[in-house]
């Protein structure tokens, strides 16, 4: 069973959960950085990309028995990388354009201990209903998703009337792929 201290480098309140859900203990230590990417890379690339990038500042702070952990979560709606919403109006537009379609949630994953660094990514395909005008207006104003990728929140108020299945990993789309990262995480860093 894993042991070692988890630092997220994020201040994901839903990232943090998500591991001490697993029995892990678990310290935020964020430094901010500039999330640019190259513009040639490919849209599921990215996430792995600026998961690598946010460990870079915190690399060094990261004593033998602790793994860090940067991940970054990106929605891909018709080829195209839907970031966080900036405003009200983006987060409708963002949704009005998720209705009635398949989109993709990509996360990236990067794990970092002084002995070890290992990335991986994992892709969730989300099927929207159509939603009706009302349905974002409602979720945008009570939810206020500028702090989600795609506007959405999966385990929100939308994701119960929205979404009709997914394929995948659910965990994936809140932020962190929890099968996958045990997985990781007893093979590669006990």
Known sequence: MFSKKIILGSASPRRKQLIEQLGVRCEIRKKEVDEVFPK???HFD???YLAELKAEPL???ILSDEVL???DTVVIHNNQILE???NHEAAVEMLERLSG???EVVTGVHLYSPQKKYSFAVRTKVFFKELTADEIEYYVSKYQPYDKAGAYGIQEW???IGVEKIEGCFYNVMGLPMNELWKVLN???I
């Open 40 to 42: 040639e890379l490919s």
């Open 46 to 48: 990215v996430p792995i």
């Open 59 to 61: 690399r060094n702070s």
């Open 69 to 71: 952990l940067t991940s």
């Open 84 to 86: 966080k919403p900036k």
């Open 101 to 103: 379609s398949i989109n």
């Open 158 to 160: 939308i994701g119960m």
């Open 187 to 189: 093979k590669e860093f």
